[in-house]
């Protein structure tokens, strides 16, 4: 008879048991681990964070090539003058949604730090805000001591522009990409192309990555 007593309460003590570990264990303050920390790396090194796609160490060692090959064009080295260029948008047809601006920009920042006004870049993409700085000049609004008569905006002599390319292969066994990067200076008043570079990397991966 003792026995049946005990089988007849021993569920529900153990229930409020239960219950009795897992209220403690929610007001003790205990917290899950936080995660990875952020780890700081140099932009042309390769990360534990990779993929197959366009990734920073590309973009580092695709536009040192393309500036340095630049400074040794002799339309830029021994040029009468300084010629100025245009930035023209690089085409992406790869299949990753990459920042295709960010190329020329490198590019650019690079030849303005390193070529010691060998060559000038000219603002174009600012041209709503220059054009009406000109205007306000143009009327009396504003003056300016380097410039007291607004003159025409200078032309170019080169547009700068590129193009990627790639070709993806997958299979059970992973994904391979194959990435084409070339680059061109185009003579604005002939339409020659007077130079031209390209790189290309190729790289296989067990899992695809997501860019944005």
Request: hydrophobic share 40%; net charge neutral; glycine share 8%.
């Amino acid at each position: 008879m003792k026995e049946l007593m005990f089988q007849k309460y021993r569920l529900p003590f153990a229930v409020l048991a239960l219950a009795g570990v897992i209220s403690g264990c929610a007001s003790s303050g205990v917290k899950n681990p936080s995660g990875t920390p952020v780890t700081e790396m140099r932009p042309d090194e390769r990360g534990f964070v990779a993929g197959t796609g366009i990734e920073s160490q590309d973009i580092v060692a695709v536009t040192d090539k393309m500036f340095r090959s630049i400074l040794a064009l002799p339309q830029i080295a021994n040029a009468q003058g300084v010629p100025r260029i245009v930035l023209d948008p690089v085409i992406n047809e790869t299949r990753f949604p990459i920042n295709k601006d960010i190329f020329l920009a490198r590019i650019q920042v690079e030849l303005n730090s390193r070529a010691h006004g060998k060559v000038i870049f000219l603002a174009r993409e600012r041209m709503a805000a220059l054009e009406r700085e000109r205007q306000l000049k143009q009327s009396g609004q504003v003056t300016s001591s380097t410039d007291p008569t607004p003159v025409e905006f200078k032309g170019a002599d080169f547009f700068l522009t590129g193009k990627l390319l790639g070709s993806t292969t997958r299979t059970s066994a992973g994904t391979s990409d194959y990435i084409l990067y070339t680059f061109e200076l185009i003579d604005v008043r002939t339409s020659e192309i007077v130079w031209q570079d390209s790189a290309e990397i190729k790289k296989q991966g067990l899992e695809d990555a997501a860019y944005r």
